[in-house]
């Protein structure tokens, strides 16, 4: 029985705290003080909207000079590894493409043999090559190119 009243004072208390602050901010708001204006929040949106297209248009320059820059890198790779000895040991070497967007750039081979390394690059105009290509850098070119 006394648990039961312990409770029920306990929510007396309670509700009794929070109507009283309710109870304070009406008497602050009716009372004029601390009353926000509609035309200062409306100035506020404004100047952060304002604050805001300058940011975005800033970024939108940026990002203008950003893919001027990237117009001549390479965004399209394609590598086919293979066995240059034939014999079973490993794919240690490959054929590397690298392109640009317009399908220019180059072939790297580099062919592992027992005591040496050997690097051949290949100009790529167009998806192009000026000399002839192996088998396995056709197959890197065409991997790019996808």
Sequence with gaps: MYLLLGVVFVWIVFLSIFLWRIYARQRIYLSGKGVIHID?????IIRD??????TLTHQKDQLLGLDKD???????LGLHKFDSLDNDRGNYSFALALL??????LVISVFHTNDR???????VIKGTADVALSPEEEKALKDAKK
């Design 70 to 76: 990237l117009k001549g890198t390479f965004s399209r």
């Design 100 to 105: 640009d967007e317009h399908d220019s750039g």
């Design 49 to 54: 909207q304002d604050d805001l297209n300058q």
């Design 40 to 44: 200062e929040v409306l100035n506020t």
């Design 117 to 123: 390394v050997h690097l051949y690059p290949k100009k």
